[in-house]
C-alpha cells in the first residue's frame, strides 16, 4: 500500500538526488542473492542529508498515524531500519527497540534489542522492502515476543509480487513511502534514464532474474 502518491514522487526525487538509489540499465548490479539488478538501494544515505532525512522521518510518523491504530512501540529492522526507526520513535514520543537479522550468539542470545514487554502494539520500520523475506523475519520474531503488530512502514518497495505474496501470507499491512513505479516515472521526468531504458527496468521488475 503507498501512503501517498504525492510523497512517493517527492521521497523518490530525493533519492535520486543524493544517489540513494542509483540506476544502472547498461551495467548492472549484482546482489548478494547473485541477481544481477539494474537498481541499487541504500536508504543509509538518507541520513547525511538533514532536509530529506527530516521530511521521510515526518512522512514514516504521519503514515503510522493514518494508516494504523497508535502503537505503544516502535521497532526497527537491523540494520537499515534501526536509525530510521529511532528517529520516528523520536518523532512520535515512543519506546523504541530493534530487530536482528538472527539471534545474538553471546550475552542473553537477544534477537530484539530494548525493552519490549508482552503484549504490546508494534509498528515496525523498515529501510527497504524486496522480497519481504527479512523484513518479515522480524514480524516473526515480534511475534514471538507475545506481542501485536500493527504493521510495517517503509521508505520505499521495489513492489515485487512476491513480497506482496508473502506479506499477505504473513497477514501483514505494508505501508510504503514510494515505490519502484514511482522511482522510474520520476527518473525519466529528471533524465536520469531514458524511455528505451524505463522498458528495460520495466521488463527486470517483472522477471528479476532474467538478467545474467
Known amino acids: 500500500m503507498i501512503f501517498s502518491e504525492k510523497v512517493a514522487s517527492e521521497v523518490a526525487r530525493s533519492l535520486l538526488q543524493i544517489k540513494a538509489i542509483k540506476l544502472q540499465p547498461t551495467n548492472p548490479f549484482t546482489w548478494a542473492s547473485g541477481v544481477k539488478s539494474p537498481i541499487y538501494c541504500d536508504n543509509r544515505k538518507i541520513l547525511s542529508y538533514p532536509d530529506i532525512r527530516t521530511y521521510v522521518k515526518s512522512q514514516l510518523a504521519v503514515s503510522i498515524n493514518e494508516k494504523f491504530e497508535k502503537p505503544d512501540v516502535i521497532a526497527g529492522v537491523a540494520t537499515g531500519g534501526i536509525a530510521h526507526g529511532a528517529l520516528v520513535a523520536e518523532e512520535m514520543g515512543l519506546p523504541f527497540v530493534y530487530v536482528r537479522s538472527n539471534v545474538k550468539t553471546h550475552g542473553l542470545n537477544n534477537m530484539i534489542e530494548g525493552e519490549l514487554g508482552q503484549g504490546k502494539k508494534v509498528v515496525i520500520v523498515e529501510d527497504l522492502v524486496s522480497t519481504g523475506g527479512s523484513s518479515l523475519q522480524a514480524v516473526a520474531a515480534v511475534r514471538s515476543a507475545n506481542c501485536e503488530v500493527l504493521g510495517m512502514t517503509a521508505i520505499f518497495t521495489y513492489g515485487f509480487d512476491v513480497a506482496r505474496d508473502n506479506f499477505k501470507e504473513a497477514d501483514c499491512v505494508l505501508v510504503t513511502l514510494s515505490h519502484y513505479d ?31
Not at 522511482?183 to 538478467?211: H, M, T
Request: glycine share 6%.
Open 182 to 212: 514511482v522511482l522510474i516515472q520520476e527518473a525519466l521526468n529528471e533524465n536520469y534514464v531514458g524511455k528505451e531504458d524505463v522498458k528495460y527496468l520495466q521488463a527486470w521488475k517483472k522477471d528479476p532474474g532474467w538478467i545474467k
